[in-house]
Nanobody, 121 residues
Framework: QLHLVESGGGLAQPGGSLRLSCAAS????????IGWFRQAPGKEREGVLC????????YYSDSVKGRFTISRDNAKTTVYLQMNSLKPEDTAVYYC??????????????WGQGTQVTVSS
């Protein structure tokens, strides 16, 4: 069974940075497009970024363009979400998920448990 684990969340100050990791247990991520999603309190879950199996990047949210990036490690076991210039409105639980397709469709299949990101002074 596919199992994803997110880590790296925590408290950051406005303007600060965090790097989230999405690790796979028992398999590599090179055969999956991986998306990052987030859900803020009282709001619906929204897509953030996605990376395809060819490392093409899709932004699901215009609000993170120029601030967030996504990448894979060389061993293809971990996908990272680098978040810079953080804003209080980035506060949310962040999830990674495998996409249904090799490209980024936004249709997610397997989800991690999420990691909390709080941006506050």
């Amino acid at each position: 069974q596919l199992h994803l684990v997110e880590s790296g969340g925590g408290l950051a100050q406005p303007g600060g940075s965090l790097r989230l990791s999405c690790a796979a247990s028992g398999f590599t991520l090179d055969k999956f497009a991986i998306g990052w999603f987030r859900q803020a309190p009282g709001k619906e879950r929204e897509g953030v970024l996605c990376i395809s199996i060819n490392d093409d990047i899709t932004y699901y949210s215009d609000s993170v363009k120029g601030r967030f990036t996504i990448s894979r490690d060389n061993a293809k076991t971990t996908v990272y979400l680098q978040m810079n210039s953080l804003k209080p409105e980035d506060t949310a639980v962040y999830y990674c998920a495998t996409d249904l397709f090799y490209s980024c469709s936004g249709q997610s299949v397997h989800w991690g448990q999420g990691t909390q990101v709080t941006v506050s002074s």
